[in-house]
């Protein structure tokens, strides 16, 4: 076996791959930008994906925000920083962790939600049916999803920063001796607008990711019970692969 | 050779990678006649159905609808075309996530524009004419039988009264008896709506109930076509051991 053409069938299977990522992008865009819209549909994504996601995102802001808190206080303890404890919390919640983590929970729930559906209605022959019903998918089924995370992930993300702004808070204040309304001061004088921004910005785009990883994998599910559930697991692995990536190069524009 | 035929399909190709499943199909068929593509599993009767609707794209050859090539058209311009069409899917494909008469009424809503007080009324009527009373309107899809989901597919087929109806294996996975009701209902819209229809299927009573001509493929190539009560006197060996159910034969399905 010839290791170079391995190399080179693996490169090209992953160019491949790029090239039919880009190109069914290009087609979703092309969808949400030019009418019909499905209003319908996107109000009912709106709450799947936005309404039913609070509490899976409240609650690892809540968690996170209160641990950052202990270990910031315990690394702070060594350079008698303990003070700025808020203002970490704070800018590490909007910046980065707030934006990051809840996008990664909204992966493993969203992408994976929508390959699921999307790929079972693949192998039904639904994604057919509404074709001969002269329906484009790409309209109906791909554009109200990714319109839906565009708006909800940075309403998420918002919530995500308040709540692990406030996880942060509950810790300081009831195990670490801070007092509440100095907490609170520091943290509102601490954060710009930019730093809650940047992190809005970045969710916007995960968004976009997390969408449009669960209708690529759903699309091109194979046949079968096999081929929709490795299906929903690439959708959620490469959703959070790309977020990792999109967080990266963002916070490289950013700083 | 008919004179202005509805479709005309001529030297069509379509391959999966090294696959040759459609190997220079060429059919005509007329205005108001019910066209059954009967032939085994594997031999290219979905593809050439998928191609026809525009779900494939054809490598090579000709499709015309009412003398307009289909073939190489933009999604716009297949969602045209596709007005034309009515199709019963194998398995229904109905919505899962839609009432059965959001379901039947699923074109008029999101392709035409209509109501959903009109769609509603349109889509009743439509249930009505394949015997589903109206009191399943408001039920999901999981909550009917398969011959009862066969028939919401067969009202979402009809209701906009297309020209031309496509019925994929309509008794697959039916009892005798359901089976009947279904391709009797077939018939009667098929020759109410005077509409053109193409059915694939290998259940032979189906064939001979839904057909004015039946056509054999196999191998990716029409290799009989004739009236539907010629079916049994074929002189076609391929045919006979298909219609009879044989093992022994032309056709060798035990992959020799």
């Known amino acids: ?255 | 050779m008919i004179d202005k035929p509805k479709i005309s399909i001529s030297n069509l190709h379509k391959s999966f990678g090294e696959k040759q499943v459609l190997q220079g199909i060429g059919i005509d068929i007329a205005a108001g006649k019910s066209l059954v593509i009967i032939g085994g599993s594997g031999t290219g009767k979905s593809v050439l159905l998928k191609c026809i609707l525009g779900l494939l794209q054809a490598d090579q050859g000709s499709i015309k609808i009412d003398n307009t090539e289909t073939v190489g058209l933009n999604v716009r311009q297949q969602e045209k075309i596709a007005a034309k069409f009515g199709m019963l899917f194998q398995g229904g494909a109905l919505f899962d996530s839609l009432s059965i008469w959001e379901n039947v009424a699923f074109r008029l809503t999101h392709a035409d524009g209509i109501s959903k007080a009109e769609a509603k009324e349109l889509a009743i009527e439509a249930m009505a004419r394949v015997n589903l009373p109206a009191r399943n309107a408001d039920l999901r899809p999981a909550e009917l039988s398969g011959g009862m989901q066969k028939r919401v597919g067969l009202a979402r087929a009809i209701v906009t009264k297309p020209q031309i109806l496509f019925f994929d294996e309509p008794t697959t996975g039916l009892d005798p008896i359901t089976a009947d009701v279904i391709n009797r209902l077939i018939r009667e819209q098929v020759t109410e709506l005077g509409a053109t229809a193409i059915s694939i299927t290998h259940d032979m009573a189906s064939a001979r109930h839904i057909a004015d001509e039946i056509a054999m493929i196999f191998e990716g190539k029409i290799i009989w076509r004739g009236a539907a009560d010629d079916v049994d006197s074929s002189g076609n060996a391929y045919v006979e051991q298909f219609v009879n159910g044989s093992a022994d034969g032309p056709i060798n399905v035990m992959g020799g």
């Open chain 1, 1 to 255: 076996m010839n290791p170079f053409a391995s190399i080179g069938r693996a490169t090209l299977g992953f160019l491949t791959i790029i090239g039919r990522i880009i190109i069914f992008s290009g087609k979703c865009l092309m969808a949400m930008i030019r009418p019909p819209w499905f209003f319908g549909q996107i109000g009912r994504h709106i709450i799947n994906i936005g309404y039913f996601s609070l509490p899976v995102v409240g609650l690892t802001a809540l968690f996170t925000g209160a641990a950052l808190a202990l270990n910031i206080y315990t690394g702070g303890a060594r350079f008698n920083a303990e003070s700025f404890v808020p203002n970490i919390v704070g800018i590490g919640i909007t910046r980065e962790l707030g934006p990051v983590l809840a996008s990664l929970m909204l992966a493993g729930r969203v992408s994976a939600a929508i390959a699921a559906e999307i790929g079972a209605m693949k192998v039904t022959e639904q994604i057919d049916a509404l074709r001969t019903l002269s329906t484009d998918p790409f309209r109906y089924l791909f554009a109200p999803r990714i319109i839906a995370a565009l708006i909800t992930v940075p309403l998420l993300v918002l919530v995500a920063d308040i709540i692990g702004i406030f996880g942060g808070y509950a810790v300081a204040t009831q195990s670490l001796d801070f007092n509440g309304a100095l907490y609170v001061r520091n943290t509102m004088n601490f954060i710009t607008g930019w730093d809650v921004a940047s992190g809005l910005i970045k969710a916007t785009v995960f968004g976009f990711i997390i969408a449009l990883m669960g209708c690529y994998h759903g699309y091109n599910s194979e046949q079968g019970a096999q081929g929709v559930g490795r299906a929903t697991t690439n959708a959620v692995v490469s959703a959070a692969i790309l977020i990792f990536a999109a967080n990266y190069l963002l916070t490289t524009l950013f700083v």
